[in-house]
C-alpha cells in the first residue's frame, strides 16, 4: 500500500489543520493506522492511533486536541488538530500496520 500525507502548513498558534493520508494499491480497512511526528534531530513520536473498529488513542501532549478519523470508503485516514501549539511544529507521517509510511508532511506553527 502507497500512503500519500497531504495538509500540512503554517499557521498560528491556535489555529487548526487536517493532514490526510490517502492510501492507493490496496485497502487499510484491515489495518491500525497511525499518526507519527518527527522534529528534527528526534525520533519519531506516535500522535495517534486508529483501529480497524475505530479505537484511537492519543499522545499525552495532544489529547483533547487532536482526533484521529478513518474513511474506509475513501481509503484515508485524517488527523483532525485544533488548538495548535509551536510545539506541535514537526513533520508529520502516517503509517499502516503493514509497515507503510507516507512521505510527510510539514506543519509549523508560529506563536
Known amino acids: 500500500v502507497q500512503l500519500q500525507a497531504s495538509g500540512g502548513g503554517l499557521v498560528q498558534a491556535g489555529g487548526s489543520l487536517r493532514l490526510s493520508c490517502a492510501a492507493s494499491?490496496?485497502?487499510?480497512?484491515?489495518?491500525?493506522m497511525r499518526w507519527y511526528r518527527q522534529t528534527p534531530g528526534k525520533g519519531r513520536d506516535l500522535v495517534a492511533t486508529?483501529?480497524?473498529?475505530?479505537?484511537?488513542d492519543y499522545a499525552d501532549s495532544v489529547k483533547g486536541r487532536f482526533t484521529i478519523f478513518r474513511d474506509n470508503r475513501k481509503n484515508t485516514v485524517d488527523l483532525q488538530m485544533n488548538s495548535l501549539k509551536p510545539d506541535d511544529t514537526a513533520v508529520y507521517y502516517c503509517?499502516?500496520?503493514?509497515?507503510?509510511w507516507g512521505q510527510g508532511t510539514q506543519v509549523t506553527v508560529s506563536s
Open positions: 503509517e499502516s500496520d503493514a509497515g507503510d
Open positions: 494499491g490496496g485497502r487499510i480497512s484491515g489495518l491500525t
Open positions: 486508529i483501529t480497524t473498529h475505530g479505537t484511537t
